[in-house]
């Protein structure tokens, strides 16, 4: 087997997360509510928890 190089553990995948990513993970339903209400995302109250911290990711920058 091949030893991987260091490129190939830095490189993003689609399982890969920011710091950002997990910090929204680590909050609640209801705090993501909150701070999506606060952002004015549309349909936040009926999104799930993986769809709010995705919304929130892109809400305008400084938003999170």
Do not use: C, F, W, Y
Not at 19 to 30: F, G, H, I, P
Request: avoid cysteine; aromatic fraction near 0%; glycine fraction near 4%.
């Amino acid at each position: 087997a091949k030893a991987r190089t260091s490129r190939n553990r830095s490189a993003r995948g689609p399982a890969s997360k920011t710091a950002a990513t997990v910090r929204l993970n680590s909050e609640s339903k209801t705090e993501l509510l909150r701070r999506a209400a606060a952002l004015d995302i549309e349909g936040h109250s009926t999104m799930s928890k993986p769809q709010l911290v995705r919304a929130i990711k892109s809400a305008p920058a400084g938003s999170d």
